[in-house]
Structures are given as C-alpha cells and as structure tokens.
C-alpha cells in the first residue's frame, strides 16, 4: 500500500532536500547531458511552449526548458530544495519563465495545461522508488492532448553475466554463519541460555540479506555473456497506472555467446526521447545505463546474484520469466522473482533444472 | 512531535526486528554481563517476584529473570523478534514461567502489577532513541509502590579529548568544497547554468555534515587529556516523564592534566543497578560505557568534534554548559548545544572566548 504522507516524507523525500545529493545526480553527465541534448536539440518544440518540470529539485530541467525557449514553465518539487531551485533559476535571469511550486505532484494545482512534461523520475532498475505514478499522474491531469513526455519511451534488461561479486556474497554468508555458530557457543558458556532453537530462523534471515538482495554495480561489458535482451518497454503517452501498479510479468530468452558459467543477470534500462505522435521529437535521443566501458551512470546495474552457479554451454539459451512486485510495507520498494532454465542441446542444458529465485531491490 | 505509529515502525523499530541486530547487542558482553551479573548477583530479590522487560528483544533479559527464581516474567517486544523470544524460552524450558507479549508497551496490558522491572533501553549518548518514556511509561502504569527498576540509576559525561578524527572530518569537509567548485565550474561549462548562488548554501549544508555531527568512536583512556565530568544523573524511580522530555541542560568544569590542545569532547554514560530504597540490591553492579583500554561496548563514545582546536595549559579548566534537545521532527533524535571557554591563569585562559558548538545526534 501506500504510504502515510509523513512516513514518505521521512522515509522517501528526506535524501532529496540535500544539495549534496542534487549535485551526485547533476553531476552525472550521461544523464544529465542527455537530458540537455533532448532539450537542446529539439529547441523547436519547445519553442513558445508551457512545460511541466516532475520534482525540479535543482531546477535543472527547468532551466534547460526555458533556456530551449519555453513560453512557461512550471517547477514543481516536494522537498525544500524548491527554495535552491527558486534561487538558481532567479541567479540564472529565469524567473520570469519559471515558477516554482513547493508541494507533492499529487497535490499543488497549475493555473493552465501543458504541451510538454519532463522529469527525471527512473530508479534503481528504472522502478525502484515508484516515482513515474506521480509523472503519470501529472500527464493525466495537465498534459494538453497531443502533448509530449520527455522522456516518452522506457525499456528494461536483462543479461547474463559472470561476476566475483556472487562469490564474495556466498562467502560473507558463510562467515556470518560461522560467526553464529561461535555466539550460541558463547551464550550457551556465558549464560547457560541455549540459542540452538533458532539456527535455521537466522540461516534464513542471512540468506536473505545475502544471497536474496540485488545490489548495485558497475558492469564492464567484458562480464556479459550473452547480448541482452529487452524483457520490458513503456509508451509514458499511453501507459495506464493500473498497469504500472500491477505486477510486471515478462519472460525472457538469452543467448548465450561462450561455454561456461553465469552466476548473476545484470539488470538495467534506457529512455528514449522521441515525443508525442503528434509533436515528435526532431533528434532522438537515447539515456541508457547499459554496462559501459567508460563507467556506469549513477544507476549503476541491478545485479541478481544466481546460487548455485549455472553452467552452459555456447548456443545454449538461458529462458524463464521474471516478475517485478512492489513491496506490501513500501510501495516504493519492490521484489523481484526470477524463474529459468537452460534450453540447448547441450547435455548441461538437457540436464538443467527448472530454478526460482526470489530478490529484494532495498 | 512524536511521530505516528507507523513512522516510528518504518524508522526506528524496524531494525530491531533482525537477529543480526539482536546478535550485535547479545555479543557485547559487557552489556549482556553486566545484565547477567545484576541479576544473578541478586537471585534474592528476583526469587517470587513478578518482573516485567521492556522491550525483550529476544528474551535474554526475561531469561536472566526467570533463571534467577522469578514467579512470572511479561516480557514485551514492539517487533515480530517476539515470536524468536518466544521460541527461545520454549527451548530454554521457561514458557511456564515467562509470558511474551507483542505489542507496544504504551499499548500493552498486563494481568497484574509488577516488583521489578527490567529494560535494556539506552541508545547513543544514552538518551538517544528515547526509549526511556517507554519504560518510564511502564513503570507509571505497573509497578508495585517500592518496586525496584533495573537498572535504577543513570549518569552522563563529558571528557576532553584529543583525536585524529577531528582533523580527518576537517580534511573530508575542505574536500567536499573542492568537489563544490569544481562542480560549478563543469555545470557552467557544460550547460551553461550558473550555480555560485549556491555556494553558501552548500557549505553550509556540509558544514553541518562534517562538523556539526557528533561521531561513534571507540577512545582509548590515554586520549583523554583530563578526567570526564558527570554533568548529569537520573533516578529512575523519581524521573518523572516531563523532566526528561524537556530539554536537559547542565553546567560542567573539565579540569585539564596537560598543556596541549583539545579537539573533541567525549560523551558517555553509565547505568547502575542498586535496587530501589525499599528492595536494594544485595550487589550494586555498574556498567559503564567511558573509554577503556580493551575496548568499548557497542555503544563506543560519543564524540562532538571542537572546530578550532581549543589550547589549554596543565591546570586549566573547561567551563560550560551543555543542552540536549529533542529534535522537532523526530523525538528519538537529539541536538547537542555545547557552549565553554577555558578558565584559569594561563595566558591562553585569559585570552579565551566564549565557544558556542551545535551538534547533530543522527
Ligand atoms: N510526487 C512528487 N512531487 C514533487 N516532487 C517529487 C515527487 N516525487 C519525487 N519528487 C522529487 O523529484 C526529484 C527527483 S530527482 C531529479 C531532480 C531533477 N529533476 C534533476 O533531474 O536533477 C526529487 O527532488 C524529489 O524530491
Ligand atoms: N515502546 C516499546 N514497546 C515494546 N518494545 C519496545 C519499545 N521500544 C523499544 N522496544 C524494543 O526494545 C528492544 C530494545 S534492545 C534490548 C533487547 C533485549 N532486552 C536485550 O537486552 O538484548 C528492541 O527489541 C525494541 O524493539
């Protein structure tokens, strides 16, 4: 469900208020910059036109808005960086075109419909946070008909990729475990208090924290053993909340490009600048946070650590089906649930089991 | 304010609900032991008696208890950690004599009055969390007239100290602002956005970052340039739930051994175990959490970082006052006011300022 206001605010919002976060976003500049190349290079259809900025933190896009042309544009921010945004953007000679707004999307008004809606809304794994709710809640309300999304188009990943991290994580497990054999020792000599009776409570609490959580990376595309294949995409002009909030469900077909063994998917996504059908952009653009020779983007890859490893051969595919549901206590949090096989006519692949697992995005 | 019940489930129990963490504050044994000790040192006064914990956990203390003879214990936990508690007193062959409640204790009934009551509630700087109105709570609704709190007595203090982490935060804060300035130079490079405007705010939000926040830190004895000061001792059997939601303030003098410079104050507590009037304790047992050569507890010190340096000659002494407050959005939070000048012949003395020091308790 979602949650209480306050409880979002403390638990949510609070990270976004500092400058010191805006700054690790903005300085970002494969997102940021393609940001300012969508806008940039589309100048004609900003020209003259009124723009809606999703949580402006900085006032970033705003700024790129307004600097492209736009007639007007509205700012709007939750948090107290708002006050920073209303101060850059009058230090920048923009505050005649810009007007910030304090408060949730949800629940500030605008004087007037938009032509155009920007945000930078994408979490980790693009869902993670829930954010595009409120850019999908803005579009329904403010977006003219025929107005654009920027970005308008989202796709997510996956990949096979063969990474130390996996190994480690089975070795930090293990040593936790250990670590709890020689407490119920202590306890049972200190205290005469036998703890025996709740080994498998902890083996399964551990489990979870280490072998059941994605974690962030930065994949060198050296660690892929396969192309990726795109599992999921979303048209931000017709995509319904009801949808976004039911659980995804996609499958999935990787070809595997070398013999040996995979021990995590790498999970990523792009965006695509490329308009509305009626006001389509003049030069695409694309955001993707794909593994890069050159370093990753601040979004990282999700990584989906695979125990026991799998082993396949070149020409195998590895095929299942993946499932992304928001969390029940956290609707900005999700549980992802990956089931698959190895299909081919290897003997690996003959042999291979059907596999369920289960994964927190915290 | 107090936050709503779902907030303080989201951020301040939640963590309480792992083992692991459970584990943590087991495996202190100083802590445990000392516990331990409290009760077993004083099987008489525990023999018969109806004793209630505050906040269980996994049970250890409501163990501790019913192993010391007493008839019933309640042991009430907020977090689903009641239902290992349970378990582990099943395995431990106490169910009869220990009754486990989930449930807040604000929220919670219970069958009867009580003789004793037993809580593990100290956080950082001993006040943080604020968990103490809880047991305070409990003690106002169940406790028999002349019944004992265990433990009974807490103090509080401060030592001067000299440490490398003062300079290290002083380091990481000048390269905060580096990365600031070179940040803006790129933003208006690449965008052409202007963000001086920013610059202030910025080092002011980093400032309170890096210098305004007090530190976990394990102090070793010889750091300490003069002996600590108890600036502060509660009574728990007459502490009345207004005294200590109001904003503690306190005056104290730190004598100095040596003539050299301070950087730090170093805060601590300690908790005593002696019973209450009409049931002392047979064996008064302390448990203290000042710095110590083999190592702190879980806790370590608190440390409030002094910027500048303060200079000192062996005789003088520290003077001030010290406040610590509630913070407004989150009652379990605290800020610490530091105010001190240095008072005695020496030169430095005579040429002191008055100081005045805010602090963060995250
Ligand atoms: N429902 C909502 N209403 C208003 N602001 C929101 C919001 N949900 C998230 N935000 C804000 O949206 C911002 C997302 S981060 C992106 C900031 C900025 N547009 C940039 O590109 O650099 C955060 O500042 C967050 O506080
Ligand atoms: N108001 C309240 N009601 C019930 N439980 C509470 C509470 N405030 C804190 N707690 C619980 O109190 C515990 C404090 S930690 C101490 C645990 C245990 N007594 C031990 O000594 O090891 C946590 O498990 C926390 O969830």
Redesign the interface.
């Known amino acids: 469900g979602q949650?209480?206001e306050?409880?979002d605010f403390?638990?949510y919002f609070c990270t976004y208020g500092?400058?010191?976060h805006q700054?690790d976003m903005?300085?970002d500049?494969k997102r940021?910059?393609a940001y300012?190349q969508a806008v940039m290079q589309n100048r004609r259809q900003f020209e003259g036109k009124v723009v809606l900025d999703v949580g402006t933190g900085s006032g970033?896009l705003a700024?790129?808005a307004a600097?492209a042309g736009a007639r007007k544009v509205y700012a709007v921010e939750a948090t107290s960086m708002a006050a920073?945004a209303a101060?850059?953007i009058?230090?920048?000679q923009l505050s005649d075109r810009i007007k910030v707004i304090q408060g949730t999307m949800e629940s500030v008004q605008l004087p007037e419909k938009v032509d155009i809606i920007i945000s930078e809304w994408m979490g980790y794994f693009l869902l993670r946070e829930s954010m595009l709710d409120s850019v999908l809640f803005a579009r329904d309300r403010f977006l003219k008909p025929g107005g654009a999304m920027y970005p308008s188009h989202a796709r997510l990943y996956l990949a096979p990729i063969r990474t130390q991290a996996t190994q480690q994580r089975l070795h930090d497990f293990q040593g936790?475990m250990q670590g709890?054999s020689a407490?119920v020792h202590?306890?049972d000599s200190?205290?005469?208090?036998?703890?025996?009776?709740?080994n498998d409570?902890?083996h399964q609490?551990?489990r979870g924290?280490y072998l059941s959580t994605s974690a962030w990376a930065d994949v060198h595309p050296s660690q892929m053993q396969g192309p990726p294949t795109c599992f999921k995409s979303y048209d931000l002009h017709t995509l319904t909340m009801e949808e976004l909030a039911a659980p995804l469900k996609a499958s999935f077909r990787l070809d595997l490009m070398d013999s040996g063994s995979i021990n995590s998917f790498a999970g990523f996504f792009d965006v695509q600048f490329r308009g509305s059908q009626q006001n389509p952009a003049d030069f695409d653009v694309l955001l993707s946070t794909a593994p890069d020779p050159t370093g990753c983007t601040h979004w990282g890859q999700q990584t989906f650590p695979l125990h026991p490893t799998v082993e396949c051969t070149r020409g195998d595919q590895v095929v299942g089906d993946i499932t992304v549901v928001r969390r029940k206590?956290?609707h900005r949090l999700m549980e992802v649930h990956i089931r698959h096989t190895v299909e081919g006519a290897s003997l690996v692949a003959l042999q291979s089991p059907q596999r369920d697992s289960h994964y927190h995005i915290e």
């Not at 200190?190 to 709740?198: E, K, N, Q, S, T």
């Open positions: 949650a209480p306050k409880t403390a638990n500092y400058l010191y700054k903005l300085e500049h940021t910059g300012y970033i700024i790129f600097k920073f101060k850059l009058e230090a920048n936790a709890w407490f202590e306890m200190y205290y005469g208090v036998d703890m025996h009776c709740l409570a902890f609490e551990q924290y206590d956290n």
